[in-house]
């Protein structure tokens, strides 16, 4: 129970630092995450190709 009520305390004190992000912050993660899935796309893709054609 009282890792719990920790648990809970940590939650609060989390919830009245959070704010919300500006739109300079929002368009800033958007980017890097979009290129985080092209890179991952594109690697997956290579990868499919090279096993494809060592494969065959």
């Given amino acids: 129970m009282e890792k719990l009520k920790l648990f809970l305390v940590k939650c609060k004190r989390v919830w009245h630092v959070m ?3 500006t739109k300079k ?3 800033t993660i ?3 995450a979009a290129i ?3 890179i991952l796309g ?3 893709f290579f990868i ?3 096993v ?3 494969f065959k």
């Fill in 19 to 21: 704010r919300k992000p």
């Fill in 25 to 27: 912050e929002y368009n």
């Fill in 30 to 32: 958007a980017k890097v």
């Fill in 36 to 38: 985080g899935i092209l």
């Fill in 42 to 44: 594109a690697m997956g």
């Fill in 48 to 50: 499919s190709l090279l």
């Fill in 52 to 54: 494809k054609g060592f």
